[in-house]
């Protein structure tokens, strides 16, 4: 299961991101601003590209995570105004925690929770949802 976090900022340029070479799509420096933001407290492995955004991985409290980010802008848009942004955390679990339905990912989830705690510190991050 994934939680979802949805907000909006202008803190990100994204007209002067690295292509993504499959998608057309736009995220890449959410995940590069993270990793140096948290730097001395997470290790964030480099960002890569998929399908359907990016997404970077990391341990947190004896688990592995995924966390993957886009922002919705096409061509022709503004890429300094407020965009919408979608910031995903996917915990990782074995096929048989997964049997036994164990370690689910929750609301309360610790590296959901720190991530969320996170942004709303942030005055640059607005209309924050969870999903």
Same mark, same amino acid.
């Given at each position: 299961?994934? @939680? *979802?976090?949805?907000?909006?900022?202008?803190? &990100?340029? *994204?007209s +002067?991101?690295?292509e993504?070479?499959?998608?057309? !799509?736009?995220? !890449?420096?959410? =995940?590069?601003w993270l990793?140096?933001?948290? +730097?001395?407290?997470?290790? !964030?492995?480099? %960002?890569?590209?998929?399908d359907?955004?990016?997404? /970077?991985? =990391?341990? &947190? #409290?004896?688990?592995?995570?995924? !966390?993957?980010? $886009?922002?919705?802008?096409?061509?022709?848009? #503004?890429?300094?105004?407020?965009?919408?942004?979608?910031?995903? *955390?996917?915990?990782?679990?074995?096929? +048989?925690?997964?049997? =036994?339905?164990?370690?689910k990912?929750? #609301?309360?989830d /610790? $590296?959901?929770?720190?991530f @969320?705690?996170? &942004?709303?510190?942030? %005055? #640059? &991050? @607005?209309?924050?949802? *969870?999903?």
């Open positions: 299961m994934t @939680k *979802v976090l949805h907000f909006k900022t202008a803190l &990100f340029d *994204v +002067k991101e690295k993504n070479p499959f998608n057309l !799509i736009y995220g !890449i420096s959410l =995940l590069e990793r140096e933001e948290l +730097k001395n407290k997470l290790e !964030i492995s480099e %960002p890569d590209a998929e359907w955004g990016w997404y /970077s991985e =990391l341990e &947190f #409290d004896g688990n592995s995570y995924m !966390i993957g980010a $886009c922002a919705f802008f096409e061509e022709g848009d #503004d890429s300094t105004s407020e965009l919408d942004w979608v910031f995903q *955390v996917h915990k990782y679990r074995s096929f +048989k925690d997964k049997l =036994l339905g164990r370690n990912m929750t #609301d309360t /610790s $590296c959901f929770v720190y @969320k705690e996170f &942004f709303e510190r942030y %005055p #640059d &991050f @607005k209309e924050l949802n *969870v999903e």
